[in-house]
Nanobody, 118 residues
Framework: QVQLVESGGGLVQAGGSLRLSCAAS????????MGWFRQAPGKEREFVAA????????SYADSVKGRFTISKENGKNTVYLQMNSLKAEDTAVYYC???????????WGQGTQVTVSS
């Protein structure tokens, strides 16, 4: 079992930046692909970004390419999502995920709220 706890959310003005963190416990994330999803009010949960277990491969939703960066620090068992040039439409609850199979997410955190004011 992998337990995931997100942090770093908050209120920021449009154009600003935030860095989300996801601390894992129970297993080392060195063996897991890690990802971030988000869910805005009244909308379905959507994929944001993912990084492979080795860190060599990343994937991003078109809506965040060039603005968000996912990274993992295996020594700290932590995954990050650096979010720059934030827009009002980035407002959502952001969830961290972990999986042994790429794009098949088995474990989820409880989420952290990000609110971008325009």
């Amino acid at each position: 079992q992998v337990q995931l706890v997100e942090s770093g959310g908050g209120l920021v003005q449009a154009g600003g930046s935030l860095r989300l963190s996801c601390a894992a416990s129970g297993r080392t994330i060195g063996y897991y692909h890690m990802g971030w999803f988000r869910q805005a009010p009244g909308k379905e949960r959507e994929f944001v970004a993912a990084v492979s277990w080795s860190g060599s491969t990343t994937s991003y939703a078109d809506s965040v390419k060039g603005r968000f960066t996912i990274s993992k620090e295996n020594g700290k068992n932590t995954v990050y999502l650096q979010m720059n040039s934030l827009k009002a439409e980035d407002t959502a609850v952001y969830y961290c995920t972990a999986s042994r199979v790429w794009a098949k997410y088995d474990y989820w955190g409880q989420g952290t709220q990000v609110t971008v004011s325009s």
